[in-house]
């Protein structure tokens, strides 16, 4: 074998480098410099890509990144929805069960049926809207989902079958307390809330309750027999309970997921579900009651009273889809502070639309704490989020 000299050794070498690294150029010299800033540029190029592979935001179980940047913003849309949907809901439901029927002036009684159709028509919208947008793809606890849904459908029949055995205002009155429960269903849950929210569900109980005794009473204490009482304290034990169990469905729904960042289900998934349940717990009850047959003979003398149903029905569905995108996106003590702080704006919003309603220095005095309470989140909150701001400077 023939050996060639040193340097048209190099000048080989250099060559096959060169065909190698640029084919088009053949016969290029290529110097150790230019080989060396060759090898630089390829390992800067492969630490870019991994570089910018590790730094993709991780995804949710939807799709999306799970950085918190618009919670303001979801909050404002979630209040506004609830506010204006159950506001609306109101009054269907107040055509539901005050309407005299009739030359004898029947009113509708029958609570469970009302609560099956709505049920039904919730689930079904819910199960449309998993059809239209699709579901997350995730391990649902379906089972876990289901159960809440009994309990939230057995604290809303309790309360309502409640006016049938105490006046309107000893109701409103026991259920102005449900966030105290709410708040203890959490921490039985796990849930670690901060001291200002305990004194924030404290004060807005207080305003609450406070609003509610300066009312006008139509009835005596005497109409309020110790039943109604009972199902009032019913329906508070199964506020509590729904919340607890709403708080072990999102920690199902992480653990059944581990390989998702902040897994949970949709508002659609939930509502379906949820209904459904609580659909399940209806129909039982109205057999068990008689309700069903009951109610179904008085709307077929008294037909108002379906399309009086179907009305709210249609407004209980866009009063839960914001429910849901509540719970989605926050935890139930959010809901409930919602929920409950509507109704006062309600009735200070007809105070200020009716000058028949106006309110006394006692209900003033009431509305004071809660704006005053939800005043202070809202500065803490905005305190926080400036003083994060200057650390960070």
């Not at 003979?297 to 849901?324: C, D, K, M, W």
Request: with cysteine; charged share 20%; net charge positive.
């Amino acid at each position: 074998m023939t050996k060639l000299p040193a340097a048209s050794g190099r000048r080989a070498r250099a060559s096959i480098i060169n065909r190698d690294v640029f084919p088009h150029a053949e016969g290029a010299r290529v110097t150790p410099t230019y080989m060396a800033s060759e090898r630089a540029t390829r390992a800067t190029a492969r630490s870019i890509k991994m570089g910018a592979s590790a730094s993709k935001p991780a995804t949710t179980a939807t799709g999306g990144p799970s950085s918190g940047k618009h919670k303001e913003a979801k909050l404002a849309l979630a209040v506004g929805g609830i506010f204006f949907a159950f506001s609306t809901f109101a009054v269907m439901q107040e055509d539901v069960y005050a309407t005299k029927h009739g030359p004898k002036g029947e009113k509708f009684t029958h609570t469970f049926l009302v609560l099956l159709v709505e049920r039904a028509v919730n689930t079904a919208v819910g199960a449309l809207g998993c059809a239209a947008f699709g579901r997350t793809g995730i391990d649902v606890p379906i089972r876990e989902i289901l159960v809440s849904g009994v309990s939230q459908m057995l604290a809303m029949a309790t309360g309502n079958e409640a006016l049938r055995y105490v006046s309107f205002a000893t109701q409103v009155l026991g259920k102005s307390c449900k966030m105290v429960p709410v708040m203890i269903g959490g921490v039985a849950a796990g849930r670690k809330y901060p001291t200002s929210q305990y004194l924030q569900v404290l004060v807005v109980t207080l305003g609450v309750v406070v609003f509610n005794m300066g009312k006008s009473k139509p009835k005596s204490a005497a109409d309020n027999s110790a039943f109604g009482l009972g199902l009032i304290a019913l329906s508070l034990g199964a506020d509590f309970v729904t919340a607890m169990l709403q708080d072990h469905v999102k920690a199902a729904t992480r653990r059944r997921n581990p390989r998702v960042t902040n897994a949970k289900t949709s508002m659609f998934e939930s509502m379906a579900w949820t209904n459904a349940g609580g659909f399940v717990a209806a129909l039982l009850t109205c057999l068990a009651t008689g309700q069903l047959a009951d109610g179904i003979e008085f709307t077929r003398r008294h037909p108002a009273v379906a399309n009086a149903i179907g009305a709210y029905a249609l407004s209980s569905v866009v009063g839960q889809l914001f429910v849901y995108f509540t719970i989605t996106e926050f935890d139930s003590l959010v809901l409930s502070t919602v929920t409950t702080t509507r109704k006062i704006f309600s009735t200070v919003y007809s105070a200020l639309r009716k000058p028949e309603n106006a309110l006394n220095t006692t209900q003033w005095g009431g509305c004071g704490l809660v704006f005053a309470a939800l005043g202070y989140e809202l500065l803490e909150k905005y305190l926080r989020r400036g003083g994060k701001r200057v650390k960070k400077a």
